[in-house]
């Protein structure tokens, strides 16, 4: 899935919920989720701003390890 898609379905909870799902990791999902109610959004646009955050500060390191 490329960023682009990932990005485009962040658009509502069940959405994002799914994406983080497709990770695989149900604890991800459960700590997105608090961490996302701490800072007083919902998961969505938690997610989504994880997502562009990373694509934005992400060293070339990062990128080559996520791609390989």
């Known amino acids: 899935m490329?960023?682009?898609d990932?990005?485009?379905r962040l658009e509502n909870d069940g959405e994002a919920a799914?994406?983080?799902l497709g990770a695989g990791?149900?604890?991800l999902l459960a700590a997105?989720?608090?961490r996302a109610e701490a800072d007083g959004?919902?998961?969505a646009a938690y997610a989504?701003?994880?997502v562009q955050r990373y694509a934005?500060?992400?060293s070339n390191e990062e990128w080559l390890t996520m791609m390989g």
């Open 2 to 4: 490329l960023l682009g």
């Open 25 to 27: 990791d149900l604890r």
């Open 48 to 50: 989504k701003a994880a």
């Open 56 to 58: 934005a500060e992400a």
């Open 18 to 20: 799914e994406v983080i």
């Open 41 to 43: 959004l919902d998961l």
């Open 6 to 8: 990932i990005l485009s």
């Open 32 to 34: 997105m989720r608090q």
